[in-house]
Nanobody
Framework: QVQLVESGGGLVQPGGSLRLSCAAS????????VAWFRQVPGKEREGVSS????????FYAASVKGRFTISRDNAKNTVYLQMNSLKPEDTAVYYC???????????????????????WGQGTQVTVSS
């Protein structure tokens, strides 16, 4: 059974840091695109960052570039999102999503397109507040 499980969310003060984890089970993440999205109530899900687990290539939304870093540990079957210099506007539920690279190349969609991904985690809450 394919499953993605996020962890690492919590409450942090502005300027602080958190590291989110996305652990995969039921499949190996060695030939996938994995992305982080976030959503606040009443708004559309927003793409944050993605990584190609085969070659490590990454992509970031403009709102997080320079503050967030995505990485993967294929041996642990896990993708991480290191979030630094957090702002109140980063408050959201963060989801990870995955799709195999063959489907990604076939669909030819931008790497943070919601409809690209067929597998999603349940989300982890990140709250940035003093």
């Amino acid at each position: 059974q394919v499953q993605l499980v996020e962890s690492g969310g919590g409450l942090v003060q502005p300027g602080g840091s958190l590291r989110l984890s996305c652990a995969a089970s039921g499949f190996t993440l060695d030939y996938y695109i994995v992305a982080w999205f976030r959503q606040v109530p009443g708004k559309e899900r927003e793409g944050v960052s993605s990584i190609n687990t085969a070659d490590g290539g990454s992509f970031y939304a403009a709102s997080v570039k320079g503050r967030f870093t995505i990485s993967r540990d294929n041996a642990k079957n896990t993708v991480y999102l290191q979030m630094n210099s957090l702002k109140p506007e980063d408050t959201a539920v963060y989801y990870c999503a995955s799709e195999d690279l063959g489907t990604y190349y076939h669909k030819n969609l931008a790497p943070l397109t919601t409809t690209l991904f067929s597998s999603w985690g349940q989300g982890t809450q990140v709250t940035v507040s003093s």
